[in-house]
């Protein structure tokens, strides 16, 4: 009776905990074992999972934000901030997703990106576009919203990429690579924009890179898996 | 809830109807047609059909046009794209013969004839200089027995299908990186190709040759006009029993479809030894290790067979427009003496029906093409299951099965429901030929498409139904306004499922074309073949345009 209301007492203390907490998300590929990972996040700090290619690192983000392809199998829960949300739908997880490639939708402005993020019901068309344009100012890109981002430069591409993340109100980051695209002297200062914006708004992050320094520069947790 | 019926629906509308017709064709093939007092099996028909005169020879036609045809057109194919492929010539000839695509198998052959027929184009260019004729000579060109021309014909249209769907294989196959292989064991480009490239392309295109083969072997718009007629195809006397008046006959053109389905399965049977054949005398080619380094002729021959065909169909359509605006014009002279728009101010207050029906019918089978094809495309992106070979196959069905042996039946099953020559019918048998197409056009494009986008459109908190209409359809817009417009020019021209569900009382512009066939009014039919030419050419029109438009301010979409 003692042990069992321990394991009661110890699986109910993480509930009211803030962050990110992964209990023992495990990803399969046909019966083998890609990872296996027990964690927790708090808010504004980074858990890094490096491994070489094929290693299974990306299906980690694909569980926790609720997109795993069908092929492989996942167990194990995901919760932030107390509510387990692995059963849920991808559109109701709020993970926010930053990839390789900006991925801007190319048939929006950037301001249409960014106010397409915006989550429904804040404001009128007037207030919405404001909000973009406040949140392209964050970013360093004051000015740029009527532009198409096909013309913008690979730096620019992914700090859009970034400010349509951050309004969209997510409750996580998920950061597949999203450095390895950009040049050295771009890859220092896009790094330092994304680590500073998850500190301000107290989100949790899982990235996920096989390059050394995008660990260093997270500075947080690093979990190796895979080789 | 609609996406989920995607896949569902679109086997129902594919497979239902060929399996509803072939029963439709095959009870009545075995005397079982109550309606007209077959109430008992009986072999009545197939005992009936041998006595028919000169049936041997409509299965021989069939048979032999079908083969050489679907042959000459698959060589000429791989010659030209071992010659020239990662070429700058290629890519040229490539947009001159895509357009070709889309012009319906009655006009081409209309165009052909008007070039080929002893009074047509060739020979009044030629004429008197070269041969002295200053009459139309007395040659059997045009339907000549044989069935060559016929042939030519078919020739002409599936070379620049086979050409696409080869295109779509080849950029799968890394060409370059194989050219450079082969190259580098010192292979000339022709025989590198074939041996390298060529295989890893065949494999993928099969369905496609097997449906040209199908075609070729069951066609009957091009044989009614370039065909043989003394006995004619198989097909086409088909087609005349079954427009019989006497109803009995019926039971035989029942039979005949039977047999006609067994021509078509004897024609893949033969084309898969081909294929055998083929295959063993590459292997024996290659062993012994020759690298064939001077292909200059090969090459030529690839390239001007390419030319030829794309040349021919052009000068078709050129002459026809010609016909449709000339006033007196007499042997051999190369140009009318007059234009007139006569010929175009008699027939178009005639033409409005057709012309009303013939959009009607394909902007109904289009939309209802491309709904389908969204929604089962969109169902497997979300179960994460891509339908496979069997799919494929399933896609492929209407276009491997001879037209005339289900769609007899489909017409049986009409009629008893009270539901022939109507225009849901209509919609219905053309959406059989349309949806394939528009999903074999769609697919590849909707596959291409990036998948990160709905996972960060779900990050982003939008619904899956959200981030379709929202994301992926405005991405889409231009390979979806092209299957449209694909889906819309093969319903233009179809000219059986018109003739048979129809029933002559929904005419379209190329039932009409057809018909108009054998009374040989140059000027009428070139009103009406260059009218069913140019549909298909205003529905890529709109394709092209609309994504300019729309998307102008937007570089990655405007391509």
């Known amino acids: 009776m003692a042990a069992l209301s321990r394991a009661a007492r110890l699986t109910a203390k993480p509930m009211s905990e803030k962050g990110l907490i992964l209990d023992r998300v495990t990803i399969a590929l046909g019966g083998r074992q890609l990872l296996s990972i027990t964690h927790a996040i708090a808010p504004g700090e980074v858990l890094t999972v490096m491994g070489p290619s094929g290693s299974g690192k990306s299906t980690l983000l694909a569980y926790v934000g609720g997109f795993l392809d069908p092929a492989f199998e996942g167990s194990g829960a995901v919760r932030v901030d107390g509510r387990d949300i692995t059963l849920l739908p991808a559109e109701a997880r709020h993970a926010g997703l930053l990839f390789q490639d900006a991925l801007l939708f190319p048939h929006m402005s950037v301001r249409g990106n960014v106010a397409f993020a915006l989550p429904p019901g804040i404001g009128g068309r007037a207030t919405r576009r404001a909000l973009a344009e406040e949140a392209l100012a964050g970013v360093g890109l004051e000015g740029f919203g009527e532009r198409d981002p096909d013309t913008l430069s690979g730096g620019q591409k992914a700090r859009v990429a970034l400010a349509r993340t951050l309004v ?43 390059d050394e320094a995008d660990a260093q520069a997270a500075g947080g947790a690093v979990i190796r898996i895979g080789a | ?73 698959v060589s000429v194919v791989a010659l030209f794209l071992a010659g020239w492929s990662g070429t700058r010539t290629f890519a040229r ?118 449906a040209v083969l199908a075609f070729s072997t069951s066609v009957v718009d091009v044989a009614a006009i370039l065909g043989p007629t003394s006995p004619a195809t198989l097909s086409v006397r088909l087609v005349g029993w079954m427009g019989d008046p006497d109803l009995s006959m019926r039971f035989l053109a029942s039979a005949g479809a039977v047999l006609q389905l ?49 040349t021919v169909v052009f000068a078709g359509l050129a002459t026809l427009a010609l016909w449709s605006a000339a006033g007196l014009w007499q042997f051999p002279e190369a140009l009318p003496r007059e234009f007139t728009l006569r010929t175009w101010t008699n027939v178009l207050p005639r033409i409005g029906g057709p012309l009303g029906v013939t959009l009607a019918v394909a902007a109904a089978a289009t939309t209802i093409a491309v709904a389908v094809a969204i929604f089962y495309l969109a169902r497997e992106s979300e179960t994460g299951r891509a339908g496979g070979r069997g799919a494929l196959a399933l896609i492929y069905l209407p276009l491997l099965v001879p037209q005339a042996s289900f769609l007899f039946g489909l017409q049986l099953l009409f009629l008893l429901a009270g539901f022939n020559a109507s225009l849901p019918a209509l919609v219905l048998a053309h959406l059989v030929f349309v949806l394939p197409y528009v999903f074999l056009s769609l697919s590849d494009p909707w596959r291409a498409y990036d998948r990160r986008y709905d996972a960060i459109a779900a990050g982003l908190g939008k619904s899956r139904l959200r981030a379709l209409l929202s994301i992926r359809l405005p ?77 102008r301010r937007f570089r990655a979409l405007r391509v």
């Open chain 2, 93 to 210: 000839v490539q947009h001159l013969i895509s357009p070709l695509l889309s012009v319906p198998h009655a006009a081409a052959a209309f165009g052909l004839a008007f070039l080929i027929a002893p009074s047509g184009m060739i020979a009044r260019l030629v004429s008197p200089a070269l041969t002295g004729w200053e009459q139309p000579p007395d040659l059997q060109i045009v339907n000549d027995p044989l069935g060559l021309s016929l042939a030519a014909g078919l020739i002409v249209k599936e070379i620049p299908f086979l050409l696409l769907v080869s295109l779509a294989a080849l950029q799968q196959a890394s060409p370059a990186s194989r050219a450079a292989l082969v190259a580098s064991l010192g292979y000339g480009r022709v025989a590198g190709f074939l041996f390298g490239t060529w295989p890893a392309i065949y494999r993928q295109v099969r369905l496609a040759v097997f």
């Open chain 2, 262 to 310: 067994g021509v078509t399965a004897l024609a893949l049977a033969i084309w898969v030894g081909v294929e055998r054949a083929a295959a063993m005398s590459r292997d024996m080619v290659c062993e012994m290790g020759t690298r064939f380094r001077r292909d200059g002729a090969a090459r030529m021959a690839g390239l001007g067979a390419m030319s030829f065909a794309a």
């Open chain 2, 1 to 73: 809830m609609l996406i989920r019926l995607g896949p569902p629906v679109a086997i129902l509308l594919l497979a239902g109807p060929i399996l509803a017709g072939l029963a439709g064709t095959v009870l009545p093939a075995f005397g079982y047609l109550p309606a007209l007092g077959g109430t008992s099996f009986s072999l009545d028909a197939f005992r009936q059909l041998p006595a028919e005169p000169g049936i041997g020879r409509s299965v021989m036609l069939s048979l032999g046009v079908g083969l050489v045809a679907t042959l000459v057109s």
């Open chain 2, 475 to 551: 991405i889409l817009t231009r390979p979806i306004l092209v299957a449209a417009a694909v889906g819309f020019a093969v319903s233009i021209g179809q000219y059986l499922p018109t003739l048979l569900i129809a029933g002559g009382r929904l005419p379209t512009i190329t039932t009409e074309a057809v018909a108009l066939a054998s009374g040989g009014n140059r000027r009428v039919i070139g009103v009406y073949a260059f009218l069913q030419m140019l549909l298909p050419v205003i529905g890529f029109a709109i394709a092209t345009l609309v994504p300019a438009l729309l998307w």
């Open chain 1, 168 to 210: 969209s109100a997510p409750c996580m980051l998920l950061l597949d690579e999203p450095f390895s695209r950009l040049d050295a002297e771009l890859r220092q200062q896009m790094r330092e924009l994304v680590f500073a914006k998850a500190k301000a708004s107290g989100l949790p992050v899982i990235l996920v890179t096989h």
